[in-house]
């Protein structure tokens, strides 16, 4: 699955805070430079000289509300194509599968499973970790770290909280204080290679819904902190052969005896992928279809993958 190169998505992601926001660097972060910031700090890049450097948003913790919300949309539809990353035994009357590596121990131990390799593995995980990997597979989607487009036009603020003692109601920790993002613009990328066309409506859902607001990241969210804009410039999709349609996922791009040992769809025929898109480009070794209006395309492709497992389930 990872071994050789079919297709990518490269995303442009911006994105603007609509309230505070506050990704808190962990331990004293920026405070051991700069003993001046607040007591929870935005995590920051570090310079050569050893000054503290401008905020950033880690690829990281932008991918874990990515993956965690596209969790939440697979399993409210098809509640046994999300696995429980929280658990990793089935339990009796359980809704939710137990954790795919505690599925997958056994794999690959079979001499028929052996020349198989991770396609066994990658067949029997749950949608969700199909693309976005487990500790078994590789992830299909990786996330650029986001930094200031224009680092003087940013503003943050200082908030300040304080812990109630639930018994006493008193003051039981604090006050202490928050440094927030209140306006400013941050750049990133949102990759996806080898990518059926549902796995794609999959991140094309879940960054839709970040972008309208719905979908809340860093701390404070339960305090109306971390609700974002997002807006995506551009895509780019690349092949490395010419793609029968411009936008086309592996199951069309790879032989028919691959995409069933792989477990992929069966091929679109561009039933399902009749985006209006101008026609692919040579540049180099790659085909290469640039596409302007990023925000149109996710919103076409945002159904495909309630397609793509009705499909497999019938």
Known sequence: ?????????????????????LVKAGGEGAGSLDPTLPDMSFVRTRQRDGQVGDIFIPGSSFRGVLRSHAERLVRSLFPHQACDVLHHKAEEGATLPPRCVRKLEGIGKKDSEKKEGGAAVYRQSCYACRAFGNTMIASKVRVSDLYLVDADKAETAVRYGVAIDRVTGAVAHGPWEME????????????????????????????????????????????GLGRVRLEFPNITLRYLRQPPYPLAGVEDLIPADDAVLNGYPRPSSGKRAAVELPPAQRKGLFHVVQVSDGYKLLQECAPLWVTELEEEQR
């Open 1 to 21: 699955m990872h071994a050789w190169f079919v297709n990518e998505a490269v995303i442009s992601v911006v994105l603007q805070p609509l309230s505070p926001i």
């Open 180 to 223: 927030v993002l209140t306006r400013g613009s941050l750049q990133g990328t949102v990759q996806v290679r080898n990518f059926t066309l549902g796995q794609l409506g999959l991140v094309a859902a879940s960054l839709l819904d970040m972008a309208d607001g719905l979908v809340p990241i860093g701390l404070g969210k339960s305090r």
